[in-house]
């Protein structure tokens, strides 16, 4: 049985009940399937695929083609989860209107649910003119990796009163402008829990405690798939990484042995053909 699509009415509804929401990042087709069937809630096309799938140091290199092309291969494995897209480095920072032309690619090119752009006042007009164009957008604040040459690093964010209070402040106006959910990234639990109590709209924690409406890791780090670096908020749920490395250690192993292939890998040929393309060959 498929489940009903997972809609904003749908998250709305779940923050009203105090049911936690699930959220992963998904980069392609089969991953999104798996999360599909796991019923993950919402699914990120995150730009973090610039680290976890590309190997670049950070998100800056990533483009709209590439958050375009993951985002529709995600959607097409995960067609009942709520998909956004995310929008990357320079695609939303120039101008309202070019942040409205490159959202409204990831909804008609992609056919995501929704998108998703880093920062707060700075941002409140952009994300009107978004909301304005039909296209929802999710808000996300705190450790914002677009701006980590800013911030000094990937560093918690919103660790002293003054840092708190401005978030507090930006995820309402956020809030204000339309965005139909926020994010929040590296803060202490106890900011997250004021904003996750004066907001309407459903709060998502990624390393923001357990106050929140939701959570969201990113799925190579769950899974032990990536390990240049672990933040501090990542459980590790898995090791693949290990299983992946046995497996690539016993085909090289038997590659080399001659164990592989085996004759149920490998295709017939009746026995008069055979014997024919010997005479033959004797020419
Ligand atoms: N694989 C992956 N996981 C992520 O969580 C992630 C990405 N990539 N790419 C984009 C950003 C970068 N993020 C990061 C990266 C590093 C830390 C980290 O190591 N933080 C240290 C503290 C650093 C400090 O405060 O000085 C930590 O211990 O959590 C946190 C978030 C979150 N995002
Ligand atoms: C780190 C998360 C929140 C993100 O924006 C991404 O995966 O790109
Ligand atoms: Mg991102």
Redesign the pocket.
Known sequence: MTRAKVTIPYLMDKKAKHEQISMM?CYDYPMALLQEQAGIDII?C???LGMTVYGYDG?LPVTMDMMVVHSAAVKRGAPTAFVIG?MPFLSYQVSPQEAVRNAGRLMQEANVDCI?LEGGTVMAETVKCIVNAGIPVMG?LGLT?QSTSALGGFKAQGRSAEAAYRIIEDAALLEAVGACSI?L?AIPPEVAKIITAKSKVPVIS?GAGIHCDGQ?L?VHDMLGFFDRFVPKFVKKYANVNGVILAALNQYKDEVEKGVFPAKEHCYGMPAEEISKLSDMMKG
């Open positions: 990042t990120l995150g730009d973090s998100t995310d998703k996300h990796p994010l990234e990624i969201l990113i």
